[in-house]
T-cell receptor, first 115, second 113 residues
Framework: NAGVTQTPKFRILKIGQSMTLQCAQD?????MYWYRQDPGMGLKLIYY???????DKGEVPNGYNVSRSTTEDFPLRLELAAPSQTSVYFC??????????????FGEGSRLTVL | KQEVTQIPAALSVPEGENLVLNCSFT??????LQWFRQDPGKGLTSLLL?????REQTSGRLNASLDKSSGRSTLYIAASQPGDSATYLC????????????FGKGTKLTVNP
């Protein structure tokens, strides 16, 4: 099983450029999440989705957009990249965190640098 | 709003030692709590998930406990090995029945041979 797959693994952007981080899961999970992880700051939730067509903001959504057209895919769009968006981005998925087997599965991460 | 705290931020122990990692949370109305492991440059891997109705959950040399009344969870690692070196994070629901997690900042564990 591939689990949660993120692409690209590394990317360097110039200030003002835009890009999309791709995330796909093959576990038929309802819930998908985007986090960013910064040194000393822990994981912060950017956006999440409870199913195809339904998304909502997390703790730090400014400068990002998401869509969920299928159960499998949950891309994260960065518009007008800024140095403050330099971070490691993680996509995660779960069938339901409330279930007895409600583990959260993570991708390997995408390291983004904005110069 | 749920807050999750992990102390210490880093821990270094000799191989073979038993150790305890601590996690505290402010909102005791949680339905479960998860412990994760993160290796350098990698994503997080779920180690143990403890339901609110449980007090302990075990997997191999790992044992996690949950005390909702005191707002604390511990991860016990028996007979530590160098391969256990990693960052360990705990996470709980942001509030009530939320399907979102809030994470602690983690404890970086180094097990010295």
């Amino acid at each position: 099983n591939a689990g949660v797959t993120q692409t690209p693994k590394f990317r360097i952007l110039k200030i003002g450029q835009s890009m999309t981080l791709q995330c796909a899961q093959d576990m038929n999970h309802n819930y998908m999440y985007w986090y960013r992880q910064d040194p000393g700051m822990g994981l912060k939730l950017i956006y999440y989705s409870v199913g195809a067509g339904i998304t909502d903001k997390g703790e730090v959504p400014n400068g990002y957009n998401v869509s969920r057209s299928t159960t499998e895919d949950f891309p994260l769009r960065l518009e007008l990249a800024a140095p403050s968006q330099t971070s490691v981005y993680f996509c995660a998925s779960s069938y339901s965190l409330r279930q007895r087997s409600g583990e959260l599965f993570f991708g390997e991460g995408s390291r983004l640098t904005v110069l | 709003k749920q807050e999750v705290t992990q102390i210490p931020a880093a821990l270094s122990v000799p191989e073979g030692e038993n150790l305890v990692l601590n996690c505290s949370f402010t909102d005791s109305a949680i339905y479960n709590l998860q412990w994760f492991r993160q290796d350098p440059g990698k994503g997080l891997t779920s180690l143990l998930l403890i339901q609110s109705s449980q007090r302990e959950q075990t997997s191999g040399r790992l044992n996690a406990s949950l005390d909702k009344s005191s707002g604390r969870s511990t991860l016990y690692i028996a007979a530590s090995q160098p391969g256990d070196s990693a960052t360990y994070l705990c996470a709980g629901p942001t509030q009530g029945g939320s399907e979102k997690l809030v994470f602690g900042k983690g404890t970086k564990l180094t097990v010295n041979p």
